[in-house]
C-alpha cells in the first residue's frame, strides 16, 4: 500500500522542477479557480524534507500574488460594474467586512471564502499593499500549519 502513495508523491512533485510547480500551483490555486495547493507543497516535502522553509515560502509567494490577482478582479469588476450602472455601487451585506478594513484580509487563508475574500476586498476598494501583506501572512500560517500537520500525520509514506 505505501508503495502506490509513494508513487503517487513522485508524480505530483515533479521533483525535475519542483519548486517552480509549486509557485505555478499556489498562484492558480489562489485565484477563484477550484484548486488546493496544499497536495504538491505536502509531496515536494514528503520527498524533500530539506525543501520545507523553501516549498512554504514559494507557496506563499505563489499564493499571495495569486490573492493579489483576485484583489483586482474584483476591483475591476466594481468598476465596470459601477461604469456600466452609471452610478456607484454599494452592497449593504458587505459593510461587517469593511468595518474589519485589510485585516480581513489575514482570513484569505481560510478553504472556500478565504480566495473570494481577496477579491471582495478588492471590490470594497480596500488599501491594496495592506491588503497583501495581510494576505502573506495568513497564507504563511497556513502554509506552515498544513504542511507541519500533514508531515506528522502521514510520518512514514516515504523514506529517502
Known amino acids: 500500500m505505501d508503495a502506490w502513495i509513494t508513487h503517487l508523491l ?25 484548486m488546493g495547493s496544499e497536495p504538491a ?7 524533500n524534507p530539506e525543501l520545507f522553509w523553501p516549498a512554504v515560502l514559494v507557496a506563499t509567494a505563489g499564493n499571495t500574488l495569486g490573492g493579489a490577482v483576485s484583489y ?3 476591483l475591476g469588476a466594481h468598476a465596470a ?8 455601487t454599494h452592497v ?31 471590490w470594497l476598494k480596500m488599501p491594496f499593499w495592506p491588503c497583501v ?7 504563511l ?4 500549519t498544513m504542511t507541519a ?3 506528522w500525520v502521514f510520518p512514514g509514506i516515504y523514506t529517502p
Open 81 to 88: 460594474l459601477d461604469k456600466a450602472r452609471g452610478h456607484a
Open 72 to 74: 483586482w478582479m474584483g
Open 133 to 139: 501583506a495581510y494576505m502573506a501572512v495568513g497564507k
Open 41 to 47: 507543497v505536502f509531496a515536494l516535502v514528503k520527498l
Open 92 to 122: 449593504h451585506a458587505l459593510d461587517w467586512l469593511q468595518r474589519f478594513g485589510p485585516k480581513a484580509c489575514l482570513l484569505s487563508w481560510l478553504p472556500a471564502v478565504g480566495d473570494p475574500l481577496c477579491a471582495v476586498a478588492g
Open 149 to 151: 500537520a500533514l508531515l
Open 10 to 34: 513522485q508524480l505530483f512533485s515533479l521533483p525535475e522542477v519542483g519548486l517552480s510547480t509549486v509557485f505555478v500551483v499556489a498562484l492558480v490555486s489562489a485565484t477563484l479557480l477550484p
Open 141 to 144: 500560517l497556513r502554509y506552515v
